[in-house]
């Protein structure tokens, strides 16, 4: 077996804020300023020890040192949360961005599906825009030819194929766009967060054509928030955290460990002031908790008990519209329910408006209702169709006792998320 | 840990690059079909929802000769062509590889930001997007240059053979000139949009610097070398001679633009190669 990618070592080093400390308004002017002072900087440099590289401030290592190889024909699946550097690993495995340091051995073409539909153009029709896209994918003409029928079947957009693209409902676009992509036939796949995109009937089909393309023997990074995708297509998986390579291993060994890192034990996600993206504001979340019935903060449930879900946060300003939720889904990344504050028109017309203060929004969640098992919580914080404030879908993880529940007398797994107690007539008829 | 192949014609390494990039044209040929496929797409989208449509690329070069024409050829003053070649179609000689200049700066040095989404999106060779350009400004001036047979028809101008070489050599010295301006431009546009404010004025001090309006031979004898720095000069110069028989042909100013636009296009690879490591990045 041969490697057919090996990372090295390897850094990406990005500048964040510079311009305010260096160029205050990236201006011609300062650069000119800054070339002229060069030689004085660089004379005083000779004296004064530099800062090493890793000490400068003002610069964030998106990747740091990261090492591993993929052997030819796997599937390896990359998981972390925003800003761990798994689109930054991407970018620099397509070369669309060089590293800082390391190296990076690729043997083969890679097709990226960074964002598919790179180059359309909305005045071209699908046809054109199949040439045109393939070939800044970088495949011959004749390649795209061969394979044009194909692709517009994939697409299913045969009757607008003459159609400018802006004309298309963005679920055509994308399809065709997907279908291009999906048909570039790389040694090495790279797909980061596609399957975000278009109806399910079409997500099955694009995960149908990743598996084709593995079972093809070409190698395949996959990178989604979704854990039931990862679990399905791949074998293998690496752990992204703040830049750095935690683990690999098999997948359901890296999805666990991903889900479980970082979150607070016992029950309990607190939020520091640096952890909250900018864009949040003027929602502030404070923490996130799960509490049985006595109140106490637990991260292990009883099935046969209510249990509460309190979400406590600041609004810095008064805001209409907010609703504040929560996702609960499956380990494999199955949402089960997905509620907010202000569902109800009573609370609806209460809360729509709400002035700044600390808040708390709490959920009783009824007794049986859960099977045994480990869940995640998540929370949503927004205004519908006008800003999303704040939102993880992976927050807590925390597990369900079923001991006492319907059924238990059986010692088998029952199937299915929930396990609701439910009513059951037997009726004797003759 | 696996071993790896090595030498294999596909691998690809990825490293930081360190000093002096290497140009690395042969990337350039790999991606030849994209380069088309650039200037295709430039032609077909750039007259679209427009009613003149690539009427425009007439209309121009038209105007603009008539508005001349009627400004200094005895309408408010005078200007001297040599040779006593009829102002019109003096005047359009020099229109056509100056319009064909400016509209490949200006489309050049916006097509990075421009593209930025394939930037950060594929990898393809940066180059390509300059080159592809420039490149689709021959499509306007082969359109514009129907007008220059009618007249040259009209006029009874009728070139010798030297048109054969000579016309393409001095096309090419323009596109050389441009695609050489323009790699300098877009990379700097990447970082520093000064470039959108200072363009339109670069380019109408250009022009008065490059003899389409006037003869060169206005200029006296001992400037014609410092004139020739400009290598647009040499183009206009050289595109009246090759058309219309005027002035004395390639001469030592000549070299000196040829010198100065090929200066111009290898420091601009150079300069843009360095560049686009990090274009990705600050785009």
């Not at chain 2, 056509?96 to 200049?101: I, K, N, R, S, T």
């Not at chain 2, 007249?151 to 323009?174: E, G, H, K």
């Not at chain 2, 020739?228 to 206009?236: H, I, Q, R």
């Not at chain 2, 633009?257 to 111009?264: D, M, R, T, Y």
């Amino acid at each position: 077996m041969t490697a057919a990618i090996r990372v090295e070592n390897l850094g990406k080093r990005y500048r964040i804020g510079a311009a305010q400390t260096k160029f205050k308004y990236g201006m011609l002017r300062d650069v000119l300023v800054d070339m002229v002072t060069a030689p004085i900087r660089w004379a005083r440099s000779l004296t004064n020890k530099q800062p090493l590289l890793e000490d400068q401030p003002n610069y964030i290592w998106a990747l740091n040192d990261v090492t591993f190889d993929v052997e030819e024909g796997k599937v390896l699946g990359i998981v972390g949360r925003n800003g761990a550097g798994k689109s930054t690993l991407l970018k620099v495995l397509s070369r669309v961005t060089e590293p800082t340091r390391g190296t990076v051995t690729v043997r083969g073409r890679v097709g990226s599906l960074l964002e598919v539909g790179t180059g359309f153009h909305p005045e071209l029709t699908g046809r054109e825009n199949i040439y045109m896209n393939g070939a800044i994918l970088g495949m011959k003409r004749a390649e795209i030819e061969s394979k044009f029928d194909e692709i517009v079947a994939f697409s299913e957009v045969e009757q607008f194929i003459d159609t400018p693209v802006k004309r298309y409902s963005s679920g055509m676009y994308l399809r065709l766009a997907f279908a291009v992509a999906a048909h570039l036939e790389p040694e090495i796949l790279v797909v980061d967060e596609v399957l975000a995109v278009g109806d399910a009937e079409f997500q099955k089909k694009c995960l149908g054509k990743m598996g084709d393309v593995a079972q093809q023997g070409r190698t395949v990074l996959f990178v989604s928030h979704n854990m039931s995708a990862i679990l399905r297509l791949t074998e293998e998986a690496i752990v992204l955290d703040k830049g750095k390579l935690l683990m690999r291993g098999p997948s359901q060994q890296a999805v666990d460990y991903y889900l479980s890192s970082g979150q607070a034990q016992a029950g309990e996600r607190i939020w520091d002031a640096d952890e909250i993206p900018p864009n949040a504001a003027p929602f502030r979340p404070i923490s996130l908790r799960l509490k049985d019935q006595k109140g106490k903060v637990v991260d292990t449930v009883r099935s046969i008990e209510p249990l509460t879900v309190e979400m406590e946060y600041r609004i810095e300003s008064p805001l209409t519209g907010l609703r504040v939720g929560f996702y609960l889904s499956t380990m494999r990344g199955e949402y089960i329910i997905t509620s907010f504050d202000t569902d109800d028109g009573k609370q609806y017309e209460k809360f729509s408006a709400r002035d700044s203060g600390h808040y708390i929004s709490r959920c009783i969640l009824p007794a049986d209702l859960f099977n045994e098992g480990r869940y995640m919580l998540g929370v949503n914080a927004s205004s519908f169709g006008v800003h999303r404030y704040f939102m993880d879908e992976n927050v807590l993880a925390f597990n369900v006792d079923i001991s006492g529940a319907p059924g238990t007398q059986w010692a088998e797994p029952r199937q299915g998320p929930i396990r609701p107690r439910l009513d059951w007539n037997i009726e004797k008829v003759e | 840990m696996t071993e790896l192949v090595k030498h294999d014609p596909t691998t690809i390494y990825i490293k930081p690059s360190t000093g002096l990039t290497a140009l690395n044209l042969r990337d350039i040929w790999v991606y030849r079909e994209l380069v088309f496929f650039m200037i295709w797409r430039d032609i077909k989208v750039r007259y679209k929802q427009t009613l003149l449509g690539a009427a425009w690329a007439v209309i121009q070069p038209v105007m603009t000769m008539l508005v001349f024409n009627f400004i200094f050829n005895g309408g408010i003053t005078k200007v001297d062509t040599d040779s006593n070649i009829p102002y019109p179609i003096f005047s359009y000689t020099a229109l056509l590889p100056w319009g064909l200049f400016v509209t490949a700066l200006n489309q050049a040095s916006r097509s990075l930001t421009s593209n930025h989404n394939m930037i950060t999106k594929v990898y393809f060779p940066r180059l390509v997007l300059p080159m592809a350009s420039v490149l689709a400004g021959l499509v306007d001036f082969a359109i514009a240059f129907v007008i220059l047979i009618g007249l040259m028809v009209y006029y009874n101008v009728t070139p010798d053979w030297n048109v054969l070489w000579a016309l393409p050599s001095f096309l090419l010295l323009a596109i050389v000139t441009a695609l050489g301006v323009a790699l300098w431009l877009s990379a700097i546009n990447v970082k520093y949009r000064d470039v959108n404010y200072a363009l339109p004025f670069l380019t109408q001090f250009w022009f008065f610097i490059t003899p389409v309006v006037y003869s060169a031979s206005v200029i006296s004898e001992k400037w014609q070398l410092v004139y020739s720095l400009n290598p647009m000069a040499g183009v206009v110069n050289g595109f009246r001679w090759a058309l219309l028989g005027a002035g004395n042909g390639p001469d030592a100013a000549l070299w000196v633009s040829v010198g100065i636009s090929v200066l111009v296009l290898v420091s601009g690879l150079y300069y843009f190669r360095n560049m686009e490591r990090t274009f990705a990045d600050t785009i």
